[in-house]
């Protein structure tokens, strides 16, 4: 069965500086998909970035970058540049296979929490 | 803009009292997802409409129904809500779910209470 793993419950970084949000997946799919959401205080789930199984190189996304490496089943994003705004519950998530009507499994989160 | 709108975002109900959720879109995609999110937990997949066809998880409880009356509008109902019910519901939209890249974009949630 797929899982998604994260982790890091909290996370604390100082403001403008850059912090690293870990996630490991387990599937036996060929084909899935990586997810990152953000979800502030209000509750809405605001998508970040994406990184497809079968993409080489490693998403990008303005300051957001996933840092993919398919043979350890990681795919951790990378905030730079850490703003107050950040502060916020992250979410990894996976799409299971192509048969599954688009599902995402999600891990249980990390709280970042931007210090000024 | 096109979006994922819920309604209402806070609903407080009594123990047993059915309580019907809401979510429209504005941007025509073929499915509809229901989430359950409880605090400080992951969000849990209730069921999905892929246009008409409803696709329930086999561990959704009988007492959480869905309805999706046309492409835009899709509801929740909690025929008895128990103690155990009270969470933040989250409805998701996507255009193609068998396309490798299929984004889920999500309205804001209804934080449902039930007294």
């Known amino acids: 069965a797929q899982k998604i793993t994260q982790t890091q419950p909290g996370m604390f970084v100082q403001e403008k500086e850059a912090v690293t949000l870990d996630c490991t997946y387990d599937?036996?799919?060929?084909?899935?998909?990586l997810f990152w959401y953000k979800q502030p205080s209000s509750g809405e789930m605001i998508f970040l970035i994406y990184?497809?199984?079968?993409?080489?190189q490693n998403a990008t996304e303005g300051r957001y970058s996933l840092n993919f490496q398919k043979a350890r089943k990681s795919a951790n994003l990378v905030i730079s540049a850490s703003q107050l705004g950040d502060s916020a519950m992250y979410f990894c998530?996976?799409?299971?296979?192509?048969?599954?009507?688009?599902?995402?499994?999600f891990g249980q989160g990390t709280e970042l929490s931007v210090k000024p | 803009d096109a979006m994922v709108i819920q309604n209402p975002r806070y609903q407080v109900t009594q123990f047993g009292k059915p309580v019907t959720l809401s979510c429209s879109q504005t941007?025509?995609?073929?499915?509809m997802y229901w989430y359950q999110q409880k605090s400080s937990q992951a969000p849990k997949l209730l069921f999905h409409?892929?246009?008409?066809?409803?696709?329930n998880e086999a561990d959704t409880p009988d007492n959480f129904q869905s309805r999706r009356p046309n492409t835009s509008f899709c509801f929740l109902d909690i025929r008895s809500p128990g103690l155990g019910d009270a969470a933040m519901y989250l409805c998701?939209?996507?255009?193609?779910?068998?396309?490798?890249?299929?984004?889920?974009?999500f309205g804001p949630g209804t934080r449902l209470t039930v007294l």
């Open positions: 998701a939209t996507s255009l193609e779910p068998l396309a490798e890249y299929n984004e889920q974009f």
């Open positions: 599937t036996s799919d060929q084909s899935y998909g």
């Open positions: 990184q497809g199984s079968y993409d080489e």
């Open positions: 998530a996976m799409r299971e296979g192509q048969n599954q009507g688009g599902k995402l499994i």
């Open positions: 941007l025509n995609h073929n499915v």
């Open positions: 409409y892929y246009d008409k066809d409803f696709n």
